[in-house]
C-alpha cells in the first residue's frame, strides 16, 4: 500500500464557537487533483488554511505524506514541499513580476545576510541558478512580456498566473490552489486550466483545488468532496458526486436547471 | 551618463579633505554618518516594513559602546567601530522580539519603551557610560595615524558609508533581501513561501541596528564627547523623516533623504544669517525654523509622493531619458 499524498483525520475547527469544520477526513492519493467544492460558508477555505498551516485545528490529524504536519508553522510545510495560492491575491505588490516569483524559490537557496550582502561567489551562483528557475516558469505560464513589471499594475487574470508561478516555482509537491478561476474571463479560464493541468501531468503535483465552476471541476477532477456546512457530505469521483442525492440536495440542487 | 555622473560626484568627494573648509567637513561627515544610519533604520521600516522611533537608542548604544571600549577596555579605535555596531545588534535583535505579536503602532510603542530604557540605562550605570556628565572619545589612531578632526575622519566615514550602501544594495537583490520585503508586503503569503518571519524580522533588526550602531559610534568619534543628552527622541524623528522624504525601502532613497536634510538646517541657518538684518530674533528661532520645515516637509510628501525623493529622482531620470529619445524623431525645436 502506497503512501497517501495527504490524509485529513476528523479535523475539527472552530472560531470562538462557530465552528468551520467538524470532523471532516479524507485522503488525496498522490499525482491527483482533488476538488473541494460546496456553498459559501462551508469551511473550504478554512481546510486549504488548516492544511498549510495558517490555521491550527482544533483536533484531528493532518499528515503530509508520512509525515504528521498538524503543528507545524506555514513556513515549515512549504519545506516539505506544500505550495498555495490564496483566493484574494496575495502577491508582493511592490516587487515586479520575477522577484515574486524568485521569493518562491526561498527554500530552494541556502544564500544568507553575509553572504548576499558581500556578494560573495557562492550567493552570486545561487541567485544566477534561481534566475534561470524562475525564467523556465515565466516561459511556462506565458508571463514574459510581463516579468519586469511592478505585480501591482497587472490584470486581474495577470496576478493570479503570477502567484500561481510564484507557487510553482517552489517545486511542490502538493499544491493548494483557492478559487484559480475567480473573477477571470472565459481565456483567461482556458489558459489557467491548461496550465493546471499541465501541472499536474508534467510535473506530477498533487493539486488540492477549491472551485465554484462546476464546469471545470467535473472535467478536471479525479477525486471531489463536498463540504457543507463543515461536514463532508460526499466524496469520490465527479460522476459519483453529481448523481449524489445530498449533494443534489445541498448544492447542485440551486444551480441545476 | 550615470556612471560619469556618480564618477565625478566620488571624485569630488575623495578630493574634499584637501579643499574644503573645515565647516564643509563637518557638514560632509555629518551627512556620510547619517547615510550609514538612515540606511539601517530604511532596513527596518522601509524594507522590513517594522516602524521604529528606537533609532536614537541604538545611536546611543553604538556610541556609548564605542567609548566605552576605547577608554575603558583599551580597543583600538577602529576596531571598536565594528565591535560597538555588534553590540547594538545584539541588543537590536532582543528589542526586536515583541515584532513576533507587535505591528504597527504598537511596535512604534514597544520600540519607544526601549528607547526610554536605553536612556535610563545611560543615566544610571554611571561605571560604564559616565552618567549624565558622560564621556570624552579620544580619536581613533592606528599605525601613527590620528583621526583627530573631520579632515581626517572623513575618509573613513566615507568609505563606511559607501560600504554600507554597497551592502544594502546587494542585500535587496538577493535571497534574504527579497525575504524582508516580501514579509512587509504580506506576510502570510510570505511565510507559505517557506520565509521564516521571525527570523526574518529578527534579522532585520540585528542588520538595522549594526547600522545604526556604527553611525552611532561615528557620531561619538566625531563629536569627541557624548553625554545622554546626545541622544534626544527627536535624534529618531530626524531618522524617520530622512527615511520617509527619501524614500521607504529605497537605497538610494536613504542617501537622497539623509544628505537633503542634514544640509537643509545648513541652508536654512545661511539663510536666517542672511536676513538677520532685517529680523534679528529669527536666529534665535532657528531649531523651530528646521522643526516646522521637517514637519511640513513630512506631510507633504506623505501625501503627494510616498515612495519620497527617490521616485521623484527616478520620474526626472526617465523624463530627461524619453525627451532624449525623442529628439531625433522629432527634429530640432
Known amino acids: 500500500m502506497t503512501a497517501m499524498a495527504l490524509s485529513i483525520r476528523d479535523l475539527f475547527l472552530s472560531f470562538g464557537g462557530v465552528s468551520a469544520l467538524s470532523g471532516v477526513s479524507f485522503d488525496v492519493r498522490p499525482g491527483e487533483i482533488f476538488a473541494i467544492i460546496g456553498p459559501n460558508g462551508a469551511g473550504k477555505s478554512s481546510m486549504l488554511n488548516c492544511i498549510s498551516g495558517l490555521y491550527r485545528p482544533q483536533r484531528g490529524t493532518i499528515a503530509f505524506g508520512e509525515t504528521p504536519v498538524t503543528g507545524l508553522p506555514p513556513h515549515r510545510r512549504a519545506r516539505l514541499g506544500i505550495a498555495r495560492s490564496f483566493q484574494n491575491i496575495a502577491l508582493f505588490k511592490e516587487m515586479s513580476v520575477v522577484d515574486n516569483i524568485l521569493v518562491g524559490r526561498h527554500l530552494h537557496a541556502r544564500t544568507r545576510l553575509l553572504s548576499a550582502g558581500f556578494s560573495l561567489p557562492s550567493a552570486r551562483i545561487s541567485e544566477k541558478a534561481q534566475r534561470a528557475k524562475v525564467d523556465e516558469v515565466v516561459a511556462f505560464l506565458g508571463l514574459g512580456a510581463v516579468r519586469d513589471e511592478p505585480v501591482g499594475t497587472l490584470a486581474y487574470g495577470v496576478q493570479k498566473r503570477v502567484e500561481l508561478a510564484r507557487a510553482l516555482a517552489s517545486e511542490p509537491k502538493l499544491l493548494l490552489l483557492d478559487e484559480p478561476m475567480a473573477g477571470m474571463n472565459s481565456g483567461e479560464r482556458d489558459d489557467m486550466v491548461r496550465a493546471i493541468l499541465e501541472t499536474n501531468a508534467a510535473h506530477g503535483v498533487t493539486i488540492v483545488m477549491i472551485e465554484h465552476d462546476m464546469g471545470i471541476v467535473m472535467d478536471i477532477s479525479d477525486t471531489v468532496c463536498v463540504l457543507d456546512f463543515g461536514r463532508r457530505i460526499a466524496l469520490g469521483s465527479p460522476s459519483e458526486v453529481r448523481d449524489d442525492p445530498h449533494v443534489i440536495k445541498a448544492y447542485l440542487g440551486e444551480e441545476d436547471d | ?333
Open chain 2, 1 to 333: 551618463m550615470r556612471r560619469v555622473a556618480s564618477g565625478v560626484t566620488l571624485a569630488a568627494l575623495v578630493l574634499l579633505p584637501f579643499f574644503g573648509s573645515n565647516y564643509a567637513l563637518d557638514v560632509a561627515n555629518r551627512c556620510g554618518i547619517a547615510v550609514i544610519g538612515v540606511l539601517g533604520l530604511n532596513i527596518l521600516t522601509g524594507f522590513t516594513g517594522l516602524i521604529s522611533l528606537g533609532n536614537a537608542a541604538f545611536m546611543a548604544i553604538g556610541g556609548f559602546s564605542a567609548a566605552f571600549l576605547i577608554t575603558k577596555a583599551g580597543v583600538n579605535g577602529f576596531a571598536a567601530i565594528p565591535a560597538a555596531g555588534a553590540i547594538a545588534a545584539l541588543l537590536g535583535m532582543i528589542v526586536g522580539v515583541p515584532s513576533l505579536r507587535l505591528k504597527g503602532l504598537y511596535l512604534a510603542m514597544a520600540t519607544l519603551a526601549a528607547h526610554f530604557i536605553v536612556e535610563f540605562t545611560v543615566v544610571k550605570w554611571e561605571s560604564v557610560t559616565g552618567g549624565v556628565s558622560g564621556m570624552s572619545v579620544p580619536a581613533p589612531a592606528l599605525f601613527g595615524v590620528v583621526l583627530d578632526n573631520d579632515r581626517k575622519l572623513f575618509g573613513l566615514v566615507l568609505l563606511l558609508a559607501l560600504a554600507a550602501l554597497l551592502f544594502a544594495r546587494n542585500l535587496f537583490r538577493a535571497r534574504p533581501g527579497r525575504a524582508l520585503i516580501a514579509v512587509r508586503d504580506h506576510e502570510t503569503a510570505a511565510a507559505v513561501m517557506g520565509i521564516d518571519v521571525f527570523r526574518a524580522k529578527i534579522s532585520a533588526f540585528g542588520l538595522s541596528a549594526f547600522f545604526v550602531g556604527v553611525a552611532g559610534a561615528l557620531a561619538a568619534i566625531q563629536s569627541r564627547i557624548i553625554s545622554p543628552e546626545s541622544y534626544p527622541l527627536s535624534l529618531a524623528i530626524d531618522a524617520l523623516s530622512m527615511v520617509i522624504i527619501g524614500g521607504m525601502g529605497s537605497v538610494a532613497g536613504s542617501v537622497l533623504g539623509a544628505v537633503g536634510l542634514t544640509l537643509l538646517p545648513e541652508g536654512l541657518r545661511a539663510a536666517t544669517n542672511a536676513l538677520s538684518g532685517q529680523w534679528p530674533d529669527l536666529i534665535s528661532k532657528l531649531s523651530i525654523l528646521k522643526e516646522l520645515v521637517f514637519s511640513i516637509l513630512i506631510i507633504v510628501f506623505l501625501i503627494f509622493e510616498p515612495h519620497g525623493l527617490a521616485a521623484l529622482w527616478r520620474r526626472a531620470v526617465r523624463k530627461r531619458h524619453a525627451t532624449t529619445q525623442q529628439q531625433p524623431e522629432g527634429g530640432g525645436k
